[in-house]
């Protein structure tokens, strides 16, 4: 059945789009943008007083599946995107057994394809079961489906095999992606190197772990004329790197999380084990040059890093807690409350950096944008809508959130997914 979104206020960068107009859908495009479209026999959705923006893409997701899915699924991750305002998310290649191989990316795509409500896209590991020792069949991976190369959740340290990674995925489509940590500097560590770390008792990760690997990055990535995205950034040193390099030209894209641009390492002083994640909460003078950085366009895009953990394994002492923490469900409260809300970055920069970029960067013509010819893929918000974060009302399978118990102006109130309404959810 056609579908109208009518009277909402339209809100796509891609297409310099900032008004109220009524958006026809029909076998999962959008046919028709204009005001006061009139048609009969359609299912209506009225969006008036609401934003419609083109669904957001998160480009780093961990699904947990194949091998922890008492952690995650994709369908349960997938629920938790919907309810988050997310249409498309990528899926890192850590799972058990690794995403290192065709199989494990046709399973991937197989399993989203029976179970998931929104598009999921499998990032492939660039090195032979994450070791980090030889790479992966690159190019059988990209054929299979893979959209881009990550080890994430560790770090490429042998520098001839990044640059090999980097030189073999230049003809290909996918590029590379890196969790950038001097393992070094920073093994044994579990927050934030500084005066927090040093009042805590507990073993800091310096910045210097971070912005090392960046730079090494950004250098094997010039020298090849290849294309390398940079995970989570979360240092001031980092960010100026990333901007030096770009002025440059060097074909360098970079993301940063919610959690990582609202809050610091200050919030570990309760040793509350949902704070901690990897890269660490940082300082505040860090959270300062990363919102400077997402101001200037040196960050192109915020992705969650969702990572989801059973209850058990964040119930225990902090030493011994895994990183990580949920966010796709959060993510898109948090920002608007954040940083929209108090006017750090206007409505659109925020579609920007969460829909318009990623697409743009996973090279997802059909998406990221509104217009005749795009996927019907569209989130609503409420932008004066506030809501209280509840652990309970998670569709994730895991609550290790920072978040839980905050208030929050503005929420997701209706995710479309390829003409469908995939969040509110239909009643059984």
């Avoid at 959270?287 to 890093?305: F, K, P, Q, S």
């Avoid at 409505?347 to 795009?374: F, M, T, Y």
């Avoid at 995939?422 to 059984?428: G, L």
Wanted: aromatic share 4%; charged share 25%.
């Amino acid at each position: 059945m056609k579908m109208l979104v009518k009277n909402g206020r339209v809100v796509d960068p891609a297409s310099g789009i900032d008004e109220t107009l009524d958006i026809l859908i029909d076998k999962g495009k959008i046919v028709e943008l204009k005001p006061q479209i009139k048609v009969e026999d359609v299912k209506t959705v009225d969006a008036s007083r609401l934003v419609v923006a083109p669904g957001f893409i998160d480009m780093h997701v961990h699904l947990r599946e194949p091998g922890q899915e008492n952690k995650e699924t994709i369908r349960t991750g997938s629920l938790a995107a919907a309810r988050g305002g997310f249409t498309t998310i990528c899926c890192m290649p850590n799972t058990v057994p690794p995403n290192d191989n065709s199989g494990v990316t046709e399973y991937n795509l197989s399993e989203a394809r029976k179970n998931a409500v929104v598009n999921v896209l499998p990032i492939a590991a660039i090195s032979k079961g994450l070791k980090g020792e030889e790479l992966a069949d690159l190019a059988d991976l990209a054929a299979a489906g893979a959209v881009a190369f990550s080890d994430d959740g560790k770090p490429v340290a042998n520098s001839l095999l990044m640059r090999r990674a980097l030189e073999y995925a230049l003809p290909l489509k996918p590029f590379v992606i890196d969790h950038c940590e001097e393992r070094s500097l920073s093994e044994d560590g579990h927050m934030h190197e500084g005066f927090c770390s040093h009042r805590f008792g507990i073993r800091g990760m310096p910045a210097s772990a971070e912005e090392i690997m960046v730079a090494r990055d950004i250098i094997l990535a010039e020298q090849a004329g290849a294309r390398v995205h940079i995970a989570h950034l979360s240092v001031k040193g980092a960010a100026r790197c990333v901007r030096e390099a770009k002025a440059r030209k060097v074909r360098v894209t970079a993301e940063a999380t919610p959690h990582h641009l609202v809050l610091t390492d200050a919030a570990l002083e309760t040793y509350d084990t949902n704070f901690k994640m990897n890269p660490p909460l940082r300082s505040e003078e860090d959270v300062e040059a990363l919102l400077d950085a997402v101001r200037d366009g040196t960050i192109d895009v915020i992705a969650t890093d969702h990572a989801p953990h059973a209850a058990e394994d964040k119930d225990q002492e902090f030493d011994l807690a895994p990183f990580g923490i949920t966010g796709l469900e959060t993510a898109v409260s948090v920002l608007l409350d954040r940083l929209v809300h108090k006017k750090i970055i206007p409505l659109g920069r925020l579609v920007e950096l969460c829909a318009s970029n990623p697409a743009r960067i996973l090279g997802l013509d059909g998406k990221g944008r509104i217009g005749p010819g795009a996927d019907a893929d569209l989130v609503l918000l409420n932008l004066g809508k506030e809501i209280v974060v509840e652990a309970g009302e998670f569709m994730s399978k895991s609550r290790n959130s920072p978040f839980i118990g905050w208030k929050l102006k503005g929420t997701p109130v209706m995710t479309i997914v390829g003409g469908r309404i995939v969040y509110p959810f239909a009643k059984e």
